[in-house]
């Protein structure tokens, strides 16, 4: 098994918990179709980025036989704390590039997306970056450093940041100076103005420190989340693919290869003749997205989200006796199941139309036993449960969702 398919219950069993202690201590942090779009974003990615990250390990085991400088012994503690410091520091430049540059920034964006700060936040990551990232890692392999360390350094790093996504931890006093913690990360999650490209660290906010880009939480004004330029959609995998397109069409409609190559790689607020981007005034920052959430369809996300959470762990446990193209496949699947709920939530015409026949047919494929692996004659059975259940939410859903729909787009337009 990947070491992901024993870190993901975990991640949950914290997630729930921070969802309980938060209505305990009266700070609700979590809204629904927030996090579940940031749980489905997170099984997208991960079913995305494993094809990817396998490739990434294998050039960078390559790096380190055909030109590691020097051979390290793995049993030496000092060896791990090279690549600790290593990776960090690295972590720290191709973070900061991936604001500094607009075709790395829209591989990163949709991890800033979220207009909540929560850990299921920590789970709201790119399908892409891997796609770019593994570039900044060469000098470590450059340098010799083992492939089984910088994965392990890697994993351990990537863990200890799923824990800094929370409202709930407050400032730390000498904590903050020298590690990432929640309250210096809540800075780099906002869209206030001081929030803007700071606090890049992963696990030791010095890096910050040292380059002039850390910013403190203002006890005088509180962080909003989210980006300067809103989402505004529920959307997983438009979420992905909002600023590569806008990239192509600015490529595509801008004149002069100087400023085509800017709409690349300059930086995000870079504009062809020089103005600002538009971006939300101060006094619509602490606006939110929002759509209807009646009662049926709440039920109805959180069966659906517990079904995709399902097919995410048998994916993570059959993955590796898949084929690739069997593999993209399932991927594919969990794709269309995030953006066929996410288009519930929006409330589009015939949403729950074309959600009832995808649970239809993915819940008749279960129960026929035809899947990616042999299905048991008792996980039929839950399938065939599963799916009746489902598609009567769904027929409860759609007998309140059009007028909670037409309710709100009047008060919109108000």
């Given at each position: 098994?990947?070491?992901?398919?024993?870190a993901?219950?975990?991640?949950?069993?914290?997630?729930?918990?921070?969802?309980?202690?938060?209505?305990?201590?009266?700070?609700?942090?979590?809204?629904?179709?927030?996090a579940?779009?940031?749980?489905?974003?997170?099984?997208?990615s991960?079913?995305?980025?494993?094809?990817v990250?396998?490739?990434?390990?294998?050039?960078?085991a390559l790096?380190v036989e055909?030109?590691?400088?020097?051979?390290?012994?793995?049993?030496?503690?000092?060896?791990?704390v090279?690549?600790?410091?290593?990776y960090?520091?690295?972590?720290?430049?191709?973070?900061?590039?991936?604001?500094?540059?607009?075709?790395?920034?829209?591989?990163?964006?949709?991890?800033?997306?979220?207009?909540?700060?929560?850990?299921?936040?920590?789970?709201?990551?790119?399908?892409?970056?891997?796609?770019?990232y593994?570039?900044?890692?060469?000098?470590?392999?450059?340098?010799?450093?083992?492939?089984?360390?910088?994965?392990?350094?890697?994993?351990?790093?990537?863990?200890?940041?799923?824990?800094?996504?929370?409202?709930?931890?407050?400032k730390?006093?000498?904590?903050?100076?020298?590690?990432?913690?929640?309250s210096?990360?809540r800075?780099?999650?906002?869209?206030?103005?001081?929030?803007?490209d700071?606090?890049?660290?992963?696990?030791?906010?010095?890096?910050d420190?040292?380059?002039g880009?850390?910013?403190?939480?203002r006890?005088?004004?509180?962080?909003?989340?989210?980006?300067?330029?809103?989402?505004?959609?529920?959307?997983?995998?438009?979420?992905?693919?909002?600023?590569?397109?806008?990239?192509?069409?600015?490529?595509?409609?801008?004149?002069?290869w100087?400023?085509k190559?800017?709409?690349?790689?300059?930086?995000?607020?870079?504009?062809p003749?020089?103005?600002?981007?538009?971006?939300?005034?101060?006094?619509?920052?602490?606006?939110?997205?929002?759509?209807?959430?009646?009662?049926?369809?709440?039920?109805y996300?959180?069966?659906?989200?517990?079904?995709?959470?399902?097919?995410?762990?048998?994916?993570?446990?059959?993955?590796?006796?898949?084929?690739?193209?069997?593999?993209?496949?399932?991927?594919?699947?969990?794709?269309?199941n995030?953006?066929?709920?996410s288009?519930?939530?929006?409330?589009?015409?015939?949403?729950?139309?074309?959600?009832?026949?995808?649970a239809?047919?993915?819940?008749?494929?279960?129960?026929?036993?035809?899947?990616?692996?042999?299905?048991?004659?008792?996980?039929?059975?839950?399938?065939?449960?599963?799916?009746?259940?489902?598609?009567?939410?769904?027929?409860?859903?759609?007998?309140?969702?059009?007028?909670?729909?037409?309710?709100?787009?009047?008060?919109?337009?108000?």
């Open positions: 098994m990947p070491p992901i398919f024993y993901v219950p975990v991640f949950m069993a914290f997630l729930l918990l921070e969802l309980l202690a938060s209505r305990w201590m009266g700070r609700p942090v979590y809204r629904l179709h927030d579940v779009t940031s749980l489905n974003i997170g099984f997208i991960e079913a995305v980025r494993s094809l990250k396998m490739v990434t390990v294998i050039f960078y790096f055909r030109v590691g400088t020097f051979q390290f012994d793995m049993s030496q503690p000092w060896v791990w090279l690549a600790f410091f290593m960090d520091f690295l972590y720290y430049w191709a973070h900061r590039a991936g604001h500094e540059v607009r075709l790395l920034w829209a591989a990163h964006v949709v991890h800033h997306s979220s207009e909540d700060f929560n850990l299921s936040t920590a789970l709201r990551q790119s399908s892409t970056n891997q796609l770019f593994w570039i900044f890692y060469v000098p470590m392999a450059v340098v010799g450093i083992p492939v089984q360390v910088f994965v392990t350094v890697a994993l351990l790093s990537a863990i200890y940041q799923f824990f800094v996504h929370t409202q709930l931890v407050p730390l006093g000498w904590v903050d100076r020298i590690f990432v913690t929640p210096n990360h800075c780099h999650h906002g869209r206030n103005d001081y929030c803007i700071v606090n890049y660290g992963f696990t030791l906010i010095i890096w420190r040292m380059f880009t850390y910013a403190e939480e006890d005088d004004e509180p962080v909003v989340y989210g980006l300067q330029t809103p989402l505004r959609s529920w959307n997983p995998v438009w979420a992905n693919l909002k600023n590569y397109a806008q990239i192509w069409h600015g490529v595509c409609n801008t004149p002069g100087k400023n190559l800017m709409e690349v790689f300059a930086t995000p607020a870079w504009t003749d020089g103005v600002p981007k538009t971006v939300l005034p101060e006094s619509s920052r602490t606006e939110r997205f929002e759509t209807p959430a009646p009662k049926w369809q709440k039920l996300a959180l069966m659906a989200y517990l079904v995709g959470f399902v097919l995410f762990m048998h994916w993570l446990s059959v993955t590796n006796g898949l084929t690739v193209p069997m593999r993209a496949s399932y991927g594919l699947l969990l794709a269309i995030a953006f066929s709920l288009r519930m939530f929006a409330g589009r015409r015939w949403s729950v139309e074309i959600e009832a026949l995808r239809l047919l993915m819940f008749g494929a279960l129960a026929s036993g035809q899947w990616f692996s042999p299905v048991s004659s008792q996980a039929q059975i839950v399938a065939v449960v599963a799916g009746l259940i489902s598609l009567a939410l769904l027929a409860k859903t759609a007998g309140e969702q059009r007028p909670a729909v037409a309710k709100f787009q009047s008060l919109e337009g108000a």
